[in-house]
């Protein structure tokens, strides 16, 4: 109880942080947070969803774009005053909605997301174990999870060992080269059927 406890302390100050800059905050941060979703966006570019959820949204710095490779972009952020700004940014986009919800504890069914981003989110995570096992659980099989974790806070290794602590991820693309590492993740099974053999797919930590 008192680990729960100190959980919803953490995300109570993060969200009046949050809350508090979110005048200013697209101004100061608009270029890295583009930088981070061009290069996720970049690595998967052939393909194209039905549904996307953006975990921890904020104003919505990718919203246009997003919304142009989806049927349907869901932004999900604990903090309603970021969401207020991102619907009032792009009301004039349709296949957009925006919800106010905490991503340990999201608002969908498993299997409800094409494709799930995490970008700039698990360093305001109590337990980023937890959020990513959360996040992936909304992915459909086959579907993708792509997520940063800022420098200042992770090094390679902590982020080799978060993405191993969830057993149905596969790598598929990262990168260093923006203020967070970037990794993009294919959900599914990590071992496939050959016949009646099964064939191990390799871990993340052989990127290493």
């Given at each position: ?8 302390r ?8 949050y809350?508090?800059s ?6 100061l941060y ?10 996720i966006?970049?690595s998967?570019?052939?393909l194209?969803?039905?549904v996307i959820l953006?975990?921890?949204?904020g104003p919505?710095?990718y919203v246009?774009?997003?919304?142009k490779?989806a049927?349907?972009y ?6 309603r ?12 986009i ?9 991503a340990?504890?999201?608002p ?19 337990d980023p ?11 459909k ?8 974790f800022?420098?200042k806070?992770?090094?390679l ?10 057993t ?15 990794v ?6 990590m ?15 052989w990127?290493?």
């Amino acid at each position: 109880m008192n680990i729960l406890r100190g959980a919803w302390r953490v995300k109570a100050r993060i969200k009046k942080l949050y809350d508090s800059s979110r005048y200013c905050y697209l101004e100061l941060y608009r270029g890295k947070q583009i930088a981070k979703y061009d290069r996720i966006i970049d690595s998967i570019r052939n393909l194209r969803f039905k549904v996307i959820l953006d975990a921890g949204c904020g104003p919505g710095f990718y919203v246009e774009k997003l919304s142009k490779i989806a049927d349907l972009y869901i932004g999900l952020d604990i903090c309603r005053g970021m969401l207020d700004i991102a619907k009032d940014m792009h009301k004039h986009i349709s296949n957009v909605e925006f919800i106010v919800g905490d991503a340990d504890y999201p608002p969908f069914k498993d299997g409800s997301f094409d494709i799930v981003l995490a970008v700039t989110l698990l360093q305001n995570q109590p337990d980023p174990r937890l959020t990513i096992s959360k996040l992936a659980r909304l992915v459909k099989d086959d579907g993708i999870l792509a997520t940063t974790f800022l420098k200042k806070m992770f090094n390679l290794k902590d982020v080799l060992r978060i993405m191993e602590s969830s057993t149905n991820l596969t790598p598929i693309y990262i990168d260093d080269s923006t203020e967070d590492y970037i990794v993009v993740c294919k959900v599914g099974d990590m071992e496939s059927k050959q016949g009646d053999r099964k064939v191990d797919v390799p871990s993340i930590s052989w990127m290493r």
